[in-house]
T-cell receptor, first 114, second 113 residues
């Protein structure tokens, strides 16, 4: 069964600074990988996904993530954070065989300082 | 509908009562998921339906929890003899098939008093 770890519970950055949110997964093969964002009072929205191919994936709102098989990681990055990026971010891993359920991490809450 | 619809949006119940939470997935989506979101706990997987296959119930925390999906569409999550620790936001999601984006509903906030 797959699992995912987001080691940072809270991260605070200044507006305009770069951002990297960490995600490590455990799975016996190359999984499907996702990043979702949950803004206060809002539902979860998909930022980006990795299924195969190019290991650097681009998403919405200027986010990107890089799949590193050797490190079992799928870290989310943004070169310049905006105040509106303050939210909770969830990494998810999906199985590629068997039952295709998606397992989510515990989330990283991002605070942006003006 | 245009998105995943969950009802009710809020539910307050007394300890020991049974509750039913409803999820209407996006039309044509074959996969349906239930998750529980507690403060600081992320999204806890509960159950997964895919087409006519047997559901993956491996995330249900106890036998007080059950779910069904009728006609491959609407799903109901039932919690019997509710306890205070069941208080959480219950999220439903659906996807067109495996390996595709899951779309989430707004959730049902359950409070057990």
């Amino acid at each position: 069964a797959q699992s995912v770890t987001q080691p940072d519970i809270h991260i605070t950055v200044s507006e305009g600074a770069s951002l990297e949110l960490r995600c490590n997964y455990s799975y016996g093969a190359t999984p499907y990988l996702f990043w979702y964002v949950q803004s206060p009072g809002q539902g979860l929205q998909l930022l980006l996904k990795y299924f195969s191919g190019d290991t650097l994936v681009q998403g919405i709102k200027g986010f990107e993530a890089e799949f590193k098989r050797s490190q079992s990681s799928f870290n989310l990055r943004k070169p310049s954070v905006h105040w509106s990026d303050a939210a909770e971010y969830f990494c998810a891993v999906g199985a590629t065989s068997g039952t295709y359920k998606y397992i989510f991490g515990t989330g990283t809450r991002l605070k942006v300082l003006a | 509908g245009a998105g995943v619809s969950q009802s009710p949006s809020n539910k307050v119940t007394e300890k020991g009562k049974d509750v039913e939470l409803r999820c209407d997935p996006i039309s044509g989506h074959t996969a349906l998921y239930w998750y529980r979101q507690s403060l600081g706990q992320g999204l806890e997987f509960l159950i997964y339906f895919q087409g006519n296959s047997a559901p993956d119930k491996s995330g249900l925390p106890s036998d007080r929890f059950s779910a069904e999906r009728t006609g491959g569409s609407v799903s109901t999550l039932t919690i019997q003899r509710t306890q205070q620790e069941d208080s959480a936001v219950y999220l439903c999601a659906s996807s067109f098939s495996v390996n595709t984006e899951a779309f989430f509903g707004q959730g049902t906030r359950l409070t057990v008093v």
